[in-house]
């Protein structure tokens, strides 16, 4: 991982300090509401299955999850099976995952390492370039001019790290345009080199997609709902937001940054003092921090607004993998305490490199989503399905939210938010 230019960096850096010398949040300057129905309405939920999920461009996975040639991923989560694979010449492609005899799946596993796939029902075989390439006793079956007969290709691109699929055929994935002016950032940090995939968590619950988005939007709850949790590394009620087009970029402090504050300013990390966040429209929330990178989908339950599917897949830099590795065992166990401590900047920068535990920092991470964010969220959802609150209200600090729920609104047609005055 490469880092954003540095003045960017310092200035965000700037920005953070100034808020918590001042004891003051960012502020956007407006309070909004939205009416709770957006996330319990099932035309509503039917509007935006169609068009953020079915017609647009998806976000599968990083480059990190196709490490080599022959290595595939399958997703089910918008509505369409999905083969992705590597092909040998070390191309993404991406294909429907149904065998073009009587439409079975062809890969079962949500990722590994196959030149060949194998369809359980009557064996026809492909390949990672998804041509078919064996059909058992064809001269009982009959006649079939194999050539014709691959899986069928979906469009798919990989940009700065990003396996981008359509889930139509000749639908077009403009990977610059989706990221807007966030693309250069994107590149910057190249996140296509040098992360290796550890793992995957699967959440699901009783809360709508939105709901589950909206928990990624602020940090006025760092210090309530994780008081002693996330709350113990991070500062709340601080953020450096900055929206992009219909993406943003959202900036928390850790505590760490406090010992940045006597280094020189041209040793100053961001990544040393703050977890980055971009949120990539319409479903992505794309965390990391110093040697690692967490990706979070959050998925409608197409059948019910009231429910969705969380996938937060884990990478970790392989410099951080090899410092972990080169511990000899002596792995440093990662609590709230010294997860501060180890990412200290003074530990880091001038001292001896200090290894920690990746898989604790992983099950922190998402422990804190599923048994803290996301119970409130369930606890909202109830509120939400009732209908009788009729509305909720987004602070001046919550911009992130502001920005989500008029970039859905806009993408679905609906009218925009509306101010909220302090009172009803
Ligand atoms: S359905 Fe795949 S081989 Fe028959
Ligand atoms: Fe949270």
């Not at 709901?211 to 709850?221: I, Q, R, S, V």
């Amino acid at each position: 991982m490469q880092a954003m230019e540095h003045p960017k960096q310092v200035a965000i850096l700037r920005e953070l300090m100034r808020q918590l010398d001042e004891k003051r949040n960012v502020d956007a300057g407006v309070m909004y509401k939205t009416p709770t129905s957006v996330y319990s309405c099932p035309d509503v939920a039917a509007k935006e299955w169609e068009v953020l999920f079915r017609d647009h461009p998806q976000i599968i996975g990083l480059s990190a999850d196709l490490a080599e040639p022959g290595a595939f991923v399958t997703c089910d989560d918008f509505g369409i099976p999905v083969l992705g694979t590597r092909d040998e010449s070390g191309r993404f492609r991406a294909f429907l995952n149904a065998c073009r005899h009587r439409g079975v799946r062809v890969a079962n596993e949500q990722r590994g390492e196959s030149r060949r796939f194998v369809c359980p029902f009557h064996n026809w075989t492909y390949s990672s370039e998804g041509e078919l390439v064996g059909i058992p006793q064809q001269d009982h079956f009959g006649d079939v001019d194999k050539s014709c007969r691959g899986l069928i290709e979906l469009p798919a691109v990989e940009r700065y790290g990003l396996l981008v699929v359509h889930p139509r055929v000749g639908g077009t994935i403009d990977v610059d345009e989706l990221l807007g002016d966030l693309a250069p950032e994107f590149d910057s940090w190249k996140f296509g080199e040098g992360l290796v995939y550890q793992g995957e968590t699967v959440i699901k619950k009783r809360l709508n997609w939105k709901l589950a988005n909206d928990t990624f939007g602020e940090t006025y709850h760092f210090q309530k709902l994780h008081r002693d949790t996330l709350g113990q590394i991070f500062y709340g009620d601080v953020l450096h937001y900055e929206t992009f087009g219909r993406n943003h970029r959202f900036v928390i402090a850790t505590k760490a940054i406090d010992s940045m504050r006597d280094q020189p300013e041209e040793n100053w990390d961001l990544l040393r003092g703050t977890s980055p966040l971009y949120f990539l429209f319409p479903n992505i929330q794309f965390a990391f921090s110093l040697g690692n990178v967490n990706l979070i989908k959050i998925y409608p339950d197409p059948d019910d607004p009231s429910s969705s599917i969380t996938r937060v897949t884990h990478y970790l830099t392989t410099e951080m993998l090899e410092l972990v590795q080169s511990s000899n065992g002596e792995v440093r166990r990662i609590d709230a305490d010294n997860l501060y401590e180890s990412r200290s900047f003074d530990d880091l920068e001038y001292g001896a490199p200090v290894a920690f535990d990746p898989s604790a920092l992983f099950e922190t991470f998402d422990s804190t989503i599923e048994k803290e964010d996301y119970v409130v969220g369930e606890s909202a959802q109830r509120a939400a399905d009732n209908g009788t609150l009729g509305h909720i209200v987004f602070g001046r600090n919550e911009p992130a939210l502001h920005h989500y729920h008029s970039a859905f609104r806009d993408a679905l047609g609906m009218p925009p938010l509306e101010e909220f005055h302090g009172g009803d």
